[in-house]
C-alpha cells in the first residue's frame, strides 16, 4: 500500500486480485469498475480496498457463471444497488421507507436470479447434448465389441 492514504496502486490491485492492471483498466472502460478512472491528466489511478473486493466480486462471477460482460454488469449492478440497499434500509426506521427499499431490493434479485437462470438452462443443454453424444458412442461400441 502507498504511505498514509490507505490508496492502491493498479499493480497492487491486480496482484491482491489474480489480474492484470490491462484488466482492470478494460473494466473500468466498459462500465464494471467505477471511480478508479477519475484522476487528473497524468497522475496514477488510487484504488480502496472496496474496488478491490469489487474486483474480486467480478472475478468470482465471471468464474463461476461464464456471463458475457454485458450480463456480468447487469449482474453486478444488482448486487451493489442492494448492498446500498441494505445500507440505507438499516439507517431508516421509517415503515414506509423499508417496504420501499425491500420492493427495490426484491427487484434486483429477480434480475440476478433470471441472468443465473438463463446460464443455467444453457448449461442444462449442453449437459443434455453431451449425455446424448456419450450414449451414441456406447450404442457404437457396443455394436463393435465381439
Partial sequence: MTAGADKLRIGEVAELTGTTPR???YYEEIGLLLGAGDRAQGKHRCYTHDDV????????????????????????????ARAELKCEYHRTDDPAA??????????????????????????????????????????RL???EP
Fill in 53 to 80: 473486493e469489487r474486483i474480486r466480486e467480478i472475478v468470482r462471477m465471471r468464474d463461476l457463471l461464464g456471463l458475457s460482460l454485458e450480463q456480468l454488469a447487469q449482474l453486478l449492478q444488482a448486487q451493489f
Fill in 23 to 25: 484488466t482492470i483498466r
Fill in 98 to 139: 423499508r417496504l420501499r427499499i425491500l420492493e427495490q431490493s426484491l427487484g434486483h434479485i429477480e434480475t440476478q436470479l433470471e441472468l443465473v437462470r438463463d446460464r443455467r438452462r444453457e448449461l442444462d443443454t449442453l449437459a443434455s447434448e453431451l449425455l446424448d453424444k456419450r450414449a451414441l458412442v456406447k450404442e
Fill in 142 to 144: 457396443a455394436e463393435l
